[in-house]
């Protein structure tokens, strides 16, 4: 490997321009070489704003993966095309990170995790969420036993009317749903990595398309077009462990009701010993000396999320550093988002057996 890390950007939209492409720019140790998009403008504005003087520009990510200076790749494109560029880049040679959900369905993430162990590419999942400051301090409590064991949690992704208009997001075919693989999805792996828990083993599911249909309909985004409006506007999911313990899922683009605190990537654990809830900020609860306490630890602040998670990916390759999300823990969020949209599609709890 050269002095820097050689990395390319497949995809370079709003994820690639908000989240990978800054915070690799912030890191001494990498260059990016190569961009691509299927509008070429894209690549070439990113290229131009991020890349070396010399980066290539493409609109066919197998040209890309063609260079023989490219380490690694981000995968920031929609969901339906996650799992055939992650799986050709690692083919390739290189390392992949790949952004949230793992894949469009449960087995396009399989094959990705089989390809990633057969090649010995390096591969990750875009879950930044772990790396906030509330989460990060509450896996440490969580691991020194302080909530003893958790055994009913909520992985919460609700908007009251937040449904993006622009994009793909709207396009079943694209996305492979709304905002349970969208924004559900972070809230629900955050809770899996908390409670530690990999082992689901039924899921009971139902996912709805009903506020969707409006016209001209209030939005923090503005009116959506309900002939584009393809996939649920909420979708809600329970989840059995083999341990016993449960999980709730709910999410929601558009839902009447007034969240109160609960909003993206939230969580509510319940343990033995005491309890947790991200919600606005972190917030325990338990019982001490006869008597149920509340406490909101001041916890200092991080740097940004997104950050820490581009700076240790690039450190996991350049020098086998920690690596946070792991792609096994990945493919089992993948498989009980599946498994939701398959309950509520044939209206029967669904049986699933992860083995990672």
């Known amino acids: 490997m050269a002095d820097k890390l050689r990395v390319g950007i497949i995809g370079v939209g709003g994820i690639a321009n908000g989240k990978h492409m800054p915070n690799y720019a912030k890191l001494d140790n990498v260059e990016m070489v190569a961009f691509c998009d ?29 260079m023989k200076d490219v380490d690694a790749v981000s995968v920031c494109t929609t969901n ?6 992650s799986i050709a880049a690692m083919e390739a040679g290189k390392h992949v990170l790949c952004e949230k ?28 969420n772990r790396f906030r400051p509330e989460t990060q301090y509450l896996k440490k409590l969580i691991e020194n036993g302080e909530l003893g064991e958790i055994y009913y949690a909520r992985a919460i992704a609700l908007r009251r009317r937040g449904v993006p208009t622009w994009g793909q997001f709207l396009s ?16 629900l792996d955050m809770t899996l990595w908390l409670m530690d828990n990999y082992k689901p083993v039924s899921v009971t599911g ?11 309909a209030a939005n923090i985004w503005g009116p959506w077009d309900p002939d584009k409006f393809e996939v649920e506007d909420s979708a809600f999911g329970f989840v059995k462990f083999e341990n016993g313990a449960v999980v709730s899922v709910e999410s929601s683009w558009a839902l009447n009701m007034v969240t109160k605190g609960e909003s993206d990537n939230s969580c509510i654990l319940c343990g033995t010993k005491a309890g947790a809830e991200i919600l606005e900020g972190l917030t325990l609860n338990g019982e001490k000396f006869g008597e149920l306490y509340t406490w909101q630890p001041s916890l200092k602040r991080l740097p940004d999320r997104s950050y ?6 690039v450190d996991h390759i350049t020098n086998d550093g920690p690596l946070t999300v792991k792609p096994e823990q990945a493919y089992v969020v993948s498989v009980i988002l599946d498994a939701i949209y398959q309950s509520s599609r044939t ?6 057996n992860v083995d990672i």
């Open 38 to 66: 299927l509008i070429e403008e894209r690549a070439a504005e990113g290229a131009k704003r991020y890349g070396t003087p010399d980066a290539k520009v493409f609109t066919d990510y197998r040209r890309l993966l063609e």
């Open 80 to 85: 339906d095309a996650h799992a055939e560029i």
């Open 101 to 128: 959900p793992m894949a469009k369905d449960a087995e396009g993430a399989r094959k990705m995790l089989e390809t990633a162990r057969r090649t010995g590419m390096k591969l990750s999942i875009g879950y930044q």
């Open 172 to 187: 079943m075919e694209k996305q492979g749903g709304g905002p349970l693989i969208d924004i559900a999805t972070h809230a």
């Open 206 to 216: 139902a996912a709805f398309h009903k506020l969707g249909k409006m016209k001209n």
């Open 308 to 313: 820490l998670e581009i700076k240790e990916w």
């Open 347 to 352: 209206g029967k709890e669904v049986y699933v």
